[in-house]
């Protein structure tokens, strides 16, 4: 098979970042309503939107102040933070894609979330990855941010959003991401350990946690592999003839 030139790899990069900004941004609008109906101003809610930049950590700390009141401003920074403790796993990943230079760094750090770093590891190389990155990230603080605003203005007039299906976007984005990488079945079976895991923590532990724990699933096999076991072959190898 003859490989694709880098321009179009890097194309083909950027588009499916913009597609992914496109359709999770729209549950933004999920969020800008909510928070305005929790009692949140439209200028908190922005702020909220402009520098957590973390969905799953914005609707924890706005639905815990909502329900508990300032009083329980402390929980709430504390469930954010632990959801967010996964941007900072994901920058890790990131950093090489970056490259040097301190506010290229910082901005990258304040953009890298699921759906940034989701992209760009789906791509088949290290420079098709960088487009994808940073396609991804500022399409979606973009697109989140002036979703955010829209919801926030429209409020109650929505309604549920979840009768529109928002609240489905973002799982169905990651899908499409996740499909074509399970070809094999070593990592069928880590996403299925990864899954399993995740409903039986979310009963009986705070927010966040399962997410961490499906991550270890990975980070514990990836270990395995290339420390314990360098040389097995994945379920989907075949040996040579």
């Known amino acids: 098979m003859t490989e694709q030139p880098q321009e179009a790899l890097n194309t083909r990069a950027r588009a499916q970042g913009i597609q992914v900004a496109l359709a999770v941004s729209l549950y933004g609008i999920s969020f800008g309503a909510l928070s305005v109906a929790l009692g949140f101003s439209i200028g908190h809610t922005m702020v909220l939107s402009l520098l957590m930049f973390s969905g799953a950590s914005q609707f924890a700390f706005i ?3 909502g329900t508990g009141g300032v009083a329980a401003a402390g929980a709430a920074i504390a469930s954010a933070g632990l959801l967010g403790i996964r941007n900072g796993l994901y920058a890790l990943r990131m950093s090489p894609l970056v490259g040097p230079g301190f506010w290229k760094r910082a901005l990258a750090g304040q953009l890298t979330v699921d759906e940034s770093t989701a992209v760009a590891i789906a791509q088949p190389n290290e ?3 960088r487009h994808g990155f940073w396609a991804t990230a500022v399409a979606l603080y973009l697109g989140w941010n002036l979703a955010t605003l829209i919801g926030a203005l ?3 007039a929505l309604g549920d959003v979840r009768t529109w299906g928002l609240d489905a976007v973002a799982a169905a984005a990651f ?3 996740l499909w074509p990488r399970l070809a094999s079945r070593e990592p069928i079976a880590v996403a ?8 039986v923590l979310i009963p009986v532990v705070p927010a966040g946690i399962p997410v961490l724990a499906a991550a270890a699933v990975g980070i514990v096999l990836a270990m395995y592999r290339h420390r314990v076991a360098p040389e097995t072959p994945s379920g989907g190898e075949e040996k040579a003839a």
Do not use: K
Request: proline share 0%; net charge negative.
């Open 175 to 177: 899908l499409g991401l």
């Open 127 to 129: 420079e098709s990855a």
């Open 154 to 156: 429209a409020g109650d």
């Open 192 to 199: 299925i350990a990864a899954a399993a895991l995740t409903v």
């Open 63 to 65: 639905g815990i102040i």
